[in-house]
C-alpha cells in the first residue's frame, strides 16, 4: 500500500470518526466540511480543502488530522479561522494535501511551520512550533501528538487513541477496520469478555496476549463505557 493510497483510504463514518476521536459529531463536521453561520456567512472546512457533502466517509488522513486538532484546540483554544489559514499555508509549503498528517512539519520542516505560524496570524502562544535557546522546538500539544502517532517513514499509519503515553492500544488502518486493538486484537472483544466475568489472565491466553496488554485495553474501554452509560441516563 503505497503512502498516498493508505492516507486516502476511506475509514470511517463520520459518528464513528468522531466516538474513536472523542470529540461532538458537529465539531468533526465543521472541521470536515465547513458551516455556514449568522448571516449567510460561509465558513471553510478546517481539514479538508472542499466540502465532500454529508455522508462521505472520513479517510485515514482526516482521521489523523482531526486527531491533532482535538489536541491543538483542547490544549490551546486555537481560534479555527487563523488555523484554517494556518493549515493552508502548510499545504503549500510541503506541497502535501495532508500536512498535519505528514511528519516533516515536526521533525526537519520546523521552519517552514514558524513561518506559517508568523504569516498566519497565529499569537506566539499559539504555535506548533517555537523557538527556546536559539532552537526550533515543538509544543506542547504538537510533541503529544507526534507520540501518539506511529510514523513509518513521513506517514502517520497508526494512531494511539489512549492519551496514556504508555498505552499499547493502537489504532491501525490494516488492522481490525482501523477500530482500537491491542496485540491485533479489538479492544471491545477484550471489554465483551471481561463483562462476561473472565479475568484478565483468563482473556490473556484466549488471544496469546499478556494480562499487562488486557489491562491497557479495559483501561481504554471501560472510561468510553462508564460515558456512554452517562448519556443515556
Known sequence: MTDVALL????????????????AQSTLHYWLEGKTGRGGKVHRPVIRQEPK?????????????????????????VPLPELRAFIELLRQRFDVPYPLADRRPYASGKALVLEAQEQAGLPGDLW????????????????????????????????????????????????RFGRPAVGGISTEVIWEHSEDGED?????????????????????????????????A
Open 8 to 23: 486516502e483510504r476511506e475509514m470511517y463514518a463520520e459518528a464513528e470518526a468522531a466516538r474513536l476521536l472523542s470529540v
Open 53 to 77: 457533502g454529508t455522508g462521505a466517509a472520513v479517510t485515514w488522513a482526516e482521521f489523523v488530522e482531526a486527531g491533532l486538532l482535538r489536541q491543538y484546540r483542547r490544549e490551546l483554544k
Open 128 to 175: 506548533l512550533v517555537t523557538v527556546g535557546g536559539g532552537q526550533l522546538l515543538l509544543t506542547s500539544p504538537s510533541e503529544s501528538f507526534l507520540r501518539r502517532a506511529r510514523w513509518e517513514g513521513e506517514v502517520a499509519t497508526g494512531w494511539r487513541p489512549h492519551e496514556d503515553q504508555d498505552s499499547v492500544v493502537l489504532i491501525d488502518p490494516a488492522v
Open 200 to 232: 484478565d489472565h483468563e482473556i490473556a491466553e484466549v488471544y496469546g496476549l499478556t494480562p499487562r496488554d488486557v489491562a491497557w485495553a479495559l483501561a481504554y474501554e471501560k472510561p468510553r463505557r462508564a460515558e456512554a452509560r452517562q448519556r443515556i
